[in-house]
């Protein structure tokens, strides 16, 4: 086997998030079933974990920006269309929206931001971070305990959805 076809298969999983093949490009346009008509109960359920992360008390927009981070690192296309569309509702700039897979070499999040975007990748790419010391002191110098439990749940229900949307190839609308 080729190198160059290593490298085709095998994305690197610090910074290539896109598919490694065009057989999972090709797979993506079919959708599989679907969830809330597979399972009412399950759905329901999601929903409401969901609901409780909205009310939490943590800044809406601050939620869709870790949304939209983890939708990215997930390839989740369904979920990415549906959150930054309701972070442009929110005020959110086409910028910041645009920057988000770079925010660490971009200044234009705050520091509270920060500390929620890398908490949000150590979390969603847990099996390489193992959720680092130094990602969780950021978390606990800017968010209070009960803010840090409420935002880990708000990652650990995006990374659910987007586990939803790509496992059953959910399809977002095409406008």
């Not at 990748?121 to 847990?126: G, H, K, N, R």
């Not at 990602?135 to 840090?148: G, I, M, N, S, V």
């Amino acid at each position: 086997m080729s190198q160059s076809s290593v490298l085709t298969r095998l994305p690197d999983r610090q910074t290539d998030f896109r598919p490694a093949t065009t057989e999972r490009n090709r797979l993506m346009s079919t959708a599989r079933l679907n969830p809330p008509n597979a399972s009412p109960d399950a759905y329901k359920a999601m929903l409401a974990v969901s609901a409780y992360t909205e009310q939490c008390g943590l800044e809406h927009s601050l939620l869709e920006l870790v949304k939209t981070r983890a939708s990215q690192i997930n390839g989740c296309a369904y979920c990415l269309h549906m959150h930054t569309q309701d972070a442009r509702k929110m005020g959110e700039t086409e910028l910041r929206l645009h920057l988000l897979a770079a925010w660490r070499e971009s200044t234009l999040y705050t520091p509270r931001e920060r500390a929620a975007l890398a908490w949000t990748e150590a979390l969603t790419l847990l099996p390489q971070s193992a959720a680092p010391d130094a990602d969780y002191a950021e978390l606990a110098a800017h968010f209070t305990p009960k803010e840090q439990v409420d935002l880990t749940l708000a990652i650990g229900v995006i990374n659910s959805w987007n586990r939803i949307a790509v496992g059953f190839r959910l399809q977002h609308p095409r406008a």
